[in-house]
C-alpha cells in the first residue's frame, strides 16, 4: 500500500484509512481572484498522482479541494502588483463573486487539460461561514479563543500542541516565523486572527456574533475539511509554504474544536522555481498555463516534467527542461500509436503483465517515486514483449501517469483522403517511382501529416500543434544555448544591440533611427525578443526580412534583463557595440562621434547619460557635464567588442534591468577602463514603459535588490571612483 512521507510524524507513514475501502483526502485550492500559476498546479498534481495510486488499487478517493474566494484575498490585495487584478476587474463593473468565478472557471479549465481528476467536492469559501463562526465560537467557548473589540484571535499558549507540524515549537522561532505584526488588540503576538471586524466601506463582510466581520485564513480550511471528511480524515495536502502558518493553525483550531487529531497524514509538495529562482511575478518567471500553449506545447508535457523529480525535491522550471519533456511525450505517443496499429494475435502474456504491474506500483507506493516509475515505463518500451503487450501494460501505467496515451489513437486518426494518398505512395514506391512518392510525401507534409515508412509499412498522421509551431521561427531558452562570437573577428564597423520586450511601437522606432544612422556607415543591428507577446517578434521578424542588417533571436520566454543582453553581447560582429535601450532614439549621427572617443583605449564606455557617486550609495545624473563618470546609463551604452574578452558578460543574477548598468560600468572600471559621457551625443529618451507601467512599490523593491547586488559587489571599491582617480 502507498507510503507516503508525513510532515507531522517526519517518517514515512503507510495510507490506512479510518474507513476500509475509502480514503478521505483534502487539498488546500486555489485562491482565486488570479490564475493559478505552474507552481500551483505541481502541488495539484501531486494529490492527483496520490489519488490515483489509490485508485488503481482498488481504493475509492472522497477527494475535497476548496476554492478560496474570501479571507486570503485581503492580505493578498494588497501585495504590490496584483491589487491591479481586481481593482482593472472592479473598474469593468465585476463583483469579487464574478472575479472568483472568472477565475475559478479558468483554474477548472486547467486542471483538466493537466489531467487532474475533478475532486469530488470544490467548496467555496464564502458559502461555508457559518460553519466558521460555529467553530469559532466553540473555540471562544472552551477557552482556546478570545474576542477583542469584534475580533477574535486564537490564543497560542493555550493549545500544548501548537508547533509540533511545523517544528516552530519555541518561542522566538514562533515569533520569527509570523513576522509579527504589532497588532496590540492581541494578547500574544504570535496568536492569530480566527474572525476580523470590517473596516468602514468593506464589501465583503457577513453578520457573527462579534459583529460585522471576515474570517481569517486558515479557519475555511477547518471548517471545510471537517464538514466534508468528518472529524476523523486521512491525508491534506498542499505546498511547503503552508506548512506553517497555515496548517499549523488549522492543526490548532481543528482540534482545538474536536478535542483529538483530525488529520492522520499531512503531505507537502516542495516548491517549483523557475529559472533557478523563487517565481513572481515582476520577476517575469511565474508562468501559467497559457504561456506554454502559446508556444504549441502540449499542457501534459509539464505534467511529464514534474514526474521527473520526486515531489520531495525541488524542481526548476526552464522551457528547455520543459521542451525535453515534450519530446518525451511525443515519443511515448508515437510508440503507443504505432503499436495500436498493428494486427497482432492479441495472446496475452498475463504472468509478464502481472510483474510489470507489481513493479510499478512498488515504485508509486514507495512515497510516489514517479520518476522511478517513468523510468520503467520507459524501459517497457524498450522491452522485446510484443506490441500489443506493451501497449496493454502501457494503458495500465497511464491510469496514474495520466499523459492521456490511449488518446492518441483518436488524436492520430486522418481523413479518408488522405488515408488514399498514402496508399497511393505506397503504391509508387512499390513500384519503383520514387521521385513521384516522394513529391507526394512533401505535398502531404505541406498539408501538416507526417508520413513514417516502416518494415511493416507506412503509416501518416497529423502533425501535433508542437511540430506545426516549431517551422516558424526558431527561438531560444536560455543564454547558455547561444553559441559566442566574442572571440571571432569583426565583420562589420558597428553592432546596434538591443532587448525587446513588448511596447512594439517603442521597438519599432529604436530600430528605425538606428537603421537611419548607420547609412553612411557599415553596421547591423542584433535584436532579442525577449518573450514578447504583443506582436513584437512579428514586427522584427517582418523588419529583418526587409533589411538585411536586422537580426532578431526569439526567446521562448521573458529571459532576466542580464541574460538576454547577454545573447545580444554574444551574436554582435560589430568592432563597436552600442546597446541601446528600445525607449530611447537615435537622432543623429552617433557613431561616428562614439567611434572617435573609443579611438582612446583608456576609454572603455561612452554615452551621453552618465552617473556619478562620492559613496557608492547615491548616484546622481551627469546633469549634461561631460567627462569621467563612475557609470552609464543603459539608454545609449557604446563600447569595443574587443573589451568583452578581458570586461566580460553582465551578471544574470540582474532579472530586472535596473541598477544593471551600474554593474557593468564597474566591470569596466575594475580592468582599468574610464566611464565617458558626451552630453552631446544624439540620443533622444522617450518615456521608459517598461518603468511606468510597473507598480511602483514593485518596481522600488525590484530596484531595491538589485541595488544590493551591485553593492554586494563594489561596495567596499570606492578606489574605483572617478573622483579618487583623478
Ligand atoms: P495559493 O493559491 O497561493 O493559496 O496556493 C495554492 C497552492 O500552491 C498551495 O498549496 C501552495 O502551497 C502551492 N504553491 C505556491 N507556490 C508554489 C510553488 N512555487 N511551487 C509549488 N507549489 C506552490
Ligand atoms: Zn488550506
Not at 499558549?157 to 516565523?177: D, T
Not at 456574533?209 to 468528518?230: N, Q, R, T, V
Not at 510489470?356 to 517515486?369: E, H, K, S, T, Y
Request: charged letters at 30%; hydrophobic letters at 35%; glycine letters at 8%.
Amino acid at each position: 500500500m502507498l507510503k507516503l512521507y508525513n510532515t507531522l510524524t517526519k517518517r514515512l507513514d503507510e495510507v490506512r484509512s479510518v474507513e476500509p475501502g475509502t480514503v478521505s483526502m483534502y487539498t488546500c485550492g486555489p485562491t482565486v481572484y488570479r490564475d493559478a500559476h505552474i507552481g500551483n498546479l505541481r502541488s495539484y498534481l501531486m494529490a492527483d498522482w496520490i489519488r490515483r495510486v489509490l485508485e488503481v488499487q482498488g481504493l475509492t478517493v472522497n477527494h475535497v479541494k476548496n476554492i478560496t474566494d474570501v479571507g486570503h484575498m485581503r492580505q493578498e490585495v494588497l501585495e504590490r502588483g496584483e491589487d491591479k487584478v481586481i481593482a482593472a476587474a472592479i473598474a469593468e463593473g465585476k463583483t469579487p463573486a464574478q472575479i472568483a468565478e472568472f477565475y475559478t472557471d479558468r483554474f477548472l479549465r486547467d486542471e483538466s487539460r493537466l489531467s487532474i481528476t475533478r475532486p469530488k467536492v470544490l467548496p467555496k469559501a464564502t458559502d461555508h461561514i457559518q460553519e466558521m463562526v460555529d467553530i469559532v465560537e466553540r473555540l471562544v467557548e472552551v477557552g482556546y479563543a478570545y474576542e477583542v473589540e469584534g475580533n477574535v484571535y486564537y490564543e497560542v499558549a493555550k493549545f500544548p500542541g501548537y508547533g509540533k507540524l511545523s517544528g516552530n515549537i519555541h518561542e522566538a522561532e514562533l515569533l520569527e516565523a509570523v513576522r509579527v505584526e504589532p497588532d496590540p488588540l492581541k494578547r500574544d503576538p504570535r496568536d492569530f486572527t480566527l474572525w476580523k471586524k470590517a473596516e468602514p466601506g468593506r464589501e465583503l463582510k457577513w453578520p457573527s456574533p462579534w459583529g460585522d466581520g471576515f474570517p481569517g485564513w486558515h479557519i475555511e480550511c477547518s471548517a471545510m475539511s471537517i464538514k466534508y471528511l468528518g472529524r476523523r480524515f486521512d491525508i491534506h495536502t498542499g505546498g511547503v509554504d503552508n506548512i506553517f502558518p497555515h496548517h499549523e493553525g488549522e492543526i490548532a483550531q481543528s482540534e482545538g474544536f474536536t478535542g483529538e487529531p483530525v488529520v492522520s497524514l499531512w503531505v507537502h509538495g516542495q516548491h517549483l522555481l523557475a529559472d533557478g529562482v523563487k517565481m513572481a511575478k515582476s520577476a517575469g518567471n511565474s508562468f501559467i498555463l497559457e504561456d506554454f500553449e502559446a508556444q504549441g506545447i502540449d499542457p501534459l508535457a509539464f505534467r511529464y516534467l514534474c514526474m521527473t523529480a520526486q515531489y520531495r525535491t525541488r524542481l526548476n522550471f526552464t522551457f528547455g527542461a520543459l521542451k525535453a519533456a515534450q519530446r518525451g511525450l511525443l515519443r511515448l505517443r508515437n510508440r503507443v500509436w504505432e503499436w495500436s496499429q498493428l494486427h497482432e494475435l492479441p495472446e496475452s502474456d498475463t504472468q509478464s503483465i502481472t510483474q510489470w504491474r507489481d513493479r510499478f506500483l512498488g515504485l508509486a507506493n514507495d512515497n510516489l517515486n514517479m520518476p522511478g516509475a517513468l523510468a520503467l515505463t520507459w524501459e517497457l518500451v524498450g522491452s522485446d514483449l510484443p506490441g500489443h503487450t506493451k501497449v496493454q501494460i502501457l494503458r495500465e501505467f497511464d491510469g496514474v501517469l495520466g499523459l492521456d496515451l490511449e488518446g492518441v489513437v483518436e488524436a492520430y486518426r486522418v481523413p479518408a483522403e488522405i488515408q488514399r494518398l498514402v496508399e497511393r505512395r505506397a503504391g509508387l514506391r512499390g513500384a519503383g517511382r520514387y521521385k513521384e512518392a516522394d513529391d507526394l510525401r512533401a505535398d502531404l507534409d505541406q498539408q501538416g501529416y507526417v508520413v513514417e515508412d516502416t518494415s511493416s509499412g507506412s503509416r501518416v498522421r497529423p502533425k501535433t500543434r508542437w511540430e506545426k509551431r516549431r517551422e516558424g521561427w526558431s527561438t531560444v531558452s536560455s543564454s547558455a544555448e547561444v553559441p559566442s562570437l566574442v572571440d571571432s573577428p569583426d565583420e562589420t564597423d558597428f553592432s546596434v544591440g538591443l532587448v525587446a520586450c513588448n511596447y512594439a511601437g517603442d521597438v519599432v522606432r529604436c530600430v528605425e533611427s538606428a537603421l537611419r544612422w548607420l547609412d553612411g556607415h557599415r553596421g547591423e543591428v542584433v535584436v532579442v525578443d525577449n518573450g514578447s507577446a504583443d506582436g513584437t517578434g512579428d514586427w522584427l521578424e517582418q523588419m529583418a526580412k526587409a533589411d538585411p542588417r536586422v537580426r532578431v533571436l526569439h526567446a521562448d520566454h521573458v529571459l532576466g534583463e542580464g541574460a538576454a543582453k547577454n545573447i545580444v553581447l554574444k551574436q554582435c560582429r560589430g568592432k563597436t557595440i552600442v546597446m541601446m535601450d528600445t525607449s530611447a532614439e537615435i537622432v543623429g549621427d552617433l557613431f561616428g562621434p562614439v567611434d572617435k572617443v573609443l579611438a582612446d583605449d583608456a576609454v572603455g564606455v561612452v554615452g551621453p547619460f552618465g552617473l556619478r557617486t562620492d559613496d557608492l550609495h547615491h548616484f546622481h545624473d551627469g546633469e549634461g557635464e561631460s567627462g569621467d563618470m563612475d557609470a552609464m546609463q543603459a539608454y545609449s551604452f557604446c563600447f569595443r567588442r574587443t573589451r568583452l574578452k578581458d570586461v566580460g558578460l553582465m551578471r544574470e543574477s540582474f532579472r530586472f534591468y535596473r541598477n544593471l548598468d551600474l554593474d557593468y560600468s564597474f566591470h569596466f572600471k575594475d580592468k582599468g577602463y574610464r566611464v565617458v559621457a558626451d552630453p552631446a551625443l544624439p540620443v533622444r529618451q522617450h518615456e521608459h514603459r517598461v518603468w511606468s507601467a510597473l507598480p511602483e512599490g514593485e518596481r522600488d523593491e525590484l530596484s531595491r535588490k538589485n541595488f544590493r547586488r551591485f553593492l554586494d559587489k563594489w561596495g567596499g571599491r570606492a578606489d574605483l571612483l572617478a573622483s579618487n582617480q583623478k
